[in-house]
T-cell receptor, first 111, second 114 residues
């Protein structure tokens, strides 16, 4: 479950490099996973999703990898741009239809 | 334009007062969700509804109440029993179970205590 009081971890990446954001999920019965991007003061925006019967899915400049053995999810962003600067959240859908979010990672783009 | 509308954008609550946050969607989605976000933290699930006239508690439902009388509306009431209500509240919707479960979010309501 969530831990109250923890600050978001931060990842700093040079512009043009690839970014990898990691997420550990808690429930082995979860069957659907989503990555969201949130800019300050706004609601989260959908980036990419993946079902538990897949281990990789690619979008435009983004790839999601799912490792069910260790309950790990990652988001890879290719050729990171200044507009990618935001907080990124993973989310899992559990068997009871709850969609639970991870703690998030703040991505800083260095010029 | 189709989407989710949350209102108001900013809301102030006095001690002992109940306040209601509005969430309306015209996406014809079956499922709707309420999340709370504290500064620098993730989203925590308050309540969710998979279908009209039915809803379930999330992880932090105490001090909150909801109703789902219409498919397009899922208002959240922050009651006086919620002792620390200051937060950013986010509403979301999706087509629902077994279909496209991707959540679409509103722009949020910032609630503060006077």
């Amino acid at each position: 479950g969530e831990s109250v009081g923890l600050h978001l971890p931060t990842l700093s990446v040079q512009e043009g490099d690839n970014s990898i954001i990691n997420c550990a999920y808690s429930n082995s019965a979860s069957d659907y996973f989503i990555w969201y991007k949130q800019e300050s003061g706004k609601g989260p925006q959908f980036i990419i999703d993946i079902r538990s019967n897949m281990d990789k899915r690619q979008g435009q400049r983004v790839t999601v990898l799912l490792n069910k053995t260790v309950k790990h999810l990652s988001l890879q962003i290719a050729a990171t741009q200044p507009g990618d600067s935001a907080v990124y959240f993973c989310a899992e859908k559990r068997r009871d239809d709850k969609i639970i979010f991870g703690k998030g990672t703040r991505l800083h783009i260095l010029p | 334009d189709g989407g989710i509308t949350q209102s108001p954008k900013y809301l102030f609550r006095k001690e002992g007062q109940n306040v209601t946050l509005s969430c309306e969607q015209n996406l014809n989605h079956d499922a709707m969700y309420w999340y709370r976000q504290d500064p620098g933290q993730g989203l925590r699930l308050i309540y969710y509804s998979q279908i009209v006239n039915d809803f379930q508690k999330g992880d932090i439902a105490e001090g909150y109440s909801v109703s789902r009388e219409k498919k397009e509306s899922f208002p959240l009431t922050v009651t006086s029993a919620q002792k620390n209500p200051t937060a950013f509240y986010l509403c979301a919707s999706s087509r629902g179970k077994g279909t496209n479960e991707k959540l679409f979010f509103g722009s949020g309501t910032q609630l503060s205590v006077l």
